[in-house]
């Protein structure tokens, strides 16, 4: 569906560069990485709202044409949700997602409207202009447009970054719905990968401008590479040991009583309840900071090994 051949993008200095990846029909790609890596420009050239300095972007093998090529920037089957909103701030919230949809006839075109509305939890300001929403709900309204359109591909931009837990889990089972159903493919851009482990077929790690590692949710929470790219997933400990630097979760260890050729000796700091389990902290005798998720407080435990995970941890 979408392909990108070696596209860079450079204002006076490279924003990024070389970057080539595929995406196919119904498939979810995240990409991730820190601020400033240039993940929003990319989606821009993607959209084919900015020019790319070299390199095509193709989707359905026809080149997608910048501002320079196009009167009117962006492509009708790709839809940008970012940070700008891009909402018609005079009309009401339902106008908003109603202009979107008038390709469908008018008893389906309300149907969808409700159900975006129902989605985004906005049916109580559907006749309030847009000028007046919060932020939040300024962006939801901006996702329910996009979604309104029905495009073949959606590019979100940190699309979770103003919503709660329930109403985050409520979109994001509605875009794997689109996917199975409609066969929509997204592009899903974050600094916060745990956004992306539930979602993406793939992921992509974004670093210094360049493509670092593709692989699967799974290989780049179960073994990140470097101390940077574990970090953007949640928690990892770092201990050097015979002089390499071991990474694991706070979930991958084991409490030993016996003596153990592997073992690490901790000391407890102090624990914090999380709900299903407890944050313990703990110190090595090399003054090593360690994090490990327990269904207890471990505060009498002062010897673990490191189990690397090959199948879900039990926090029982």
């Known amino acids: 569906m979408l392909q990108l051949n070696s596209i860079?993008?450079?204002?006076?200095?490279?924003?990024?560069?070389?970057?080539?990846?595929?995406?196919?029909?119904?498939?979810i790609i995240g990409i991730v990485g820190n601020s400033g890596a240039g993940k929003t420009t990319l989606l821009k050239v993607i959209a084919g709202l900015i020019d790319p300095s070299c390199g095509e972007v193709l989707f359905e093998d026809v080149k997608v044409k910048g501002p320079s090529q196009n009167l009117v920037p962006g492509h009708d089957e790709i839809k940008l949700v970012n940070q700008d909103f891009g909402l018609d701030i005079y009309h009401t919230v339902k106008e908003n997602i109603r202009e979107k949809a008038l390709y469908l006839p008018r008893k389906e075109r309300d149907e969808l409207v409700d159900e975006l509305l129902d989605l985004i939890e906005?049916?109580?300001?559907s006749?309030?202009?847009?000028?007046?929403?919060?932020g939040g709900e300024q962006q939801r309204l901006s996702l329910a447009r996009a979604l309104a359109g029905e495009p073949k591909l959606i590019l979100l931009d940190e699309p979770f970054v103003h919503l709660d837990g329930r109403l985050r889990l409520k979109i994001s089972n509605y875009l794997l719905q689109?996917?199975?159903?409609?066969?929509?493919s997204f592009i899903l851009v974050s600094h916060d990968g745990g956004e992306m482990l539930s979602l993406a077929n793939r992921i992509i790690h974004f670093s210094n401008g360049e493509?670092?590692?593709?692989?699967?949710?799974?290989?780049?929470?179960?073994?990140?590479?470097?101390?940077?790219?574990?970090?953007l997933f949640g928690i990892i400990n770092v201990l050097t040991i015979n002089g390499e630097e071991v990474l694991f979760r706070p979930t991958e260890f084991q409490i030993i009583k016996e003596f153990n050729?592997?073992?690490?000796?901790?000391?407890?700091?102090?624990?914090?309840?999380?709900?299903d389990y407890f944050i313990n902290y703990f110190q090595t005798e090399k003054g090593e900071q360690v994090i490990l998720y327990h269904s207890e407080t471990l505060k009498n435990e002062k010897k673990i090994i490191i189990k690397k995970r090959n199948t879900p941890f039990n926090l029982g």
């Open 8 to 27: 860079a993008f450079s204002y006076d200095f490279p924003i990024f560069k070389n970057v080539s990846f595929e995406i196919g029909e119904g498939e």
């Open 122 to 125: 906005l049916t109580h300001l």
């Open 127 to 134: 006749n309030q202009k847009a000028l007046l929403l919060s």
């Open 178 to 184: 689109m996917k199975e159903i409609r066969s929509t």
């Open 211 to 231: 493509i670092s590692r593709v692989g699967s949710p799974e290989e780049f929470y179960n073994n990140p590479i470097s101390k940077e790219e574990g970090e």
């Open 261 to 275: 050729e592997n073992q690490i000796v901790v000391k407890f700091i102090y624990s914090r309840f999380a709900g």
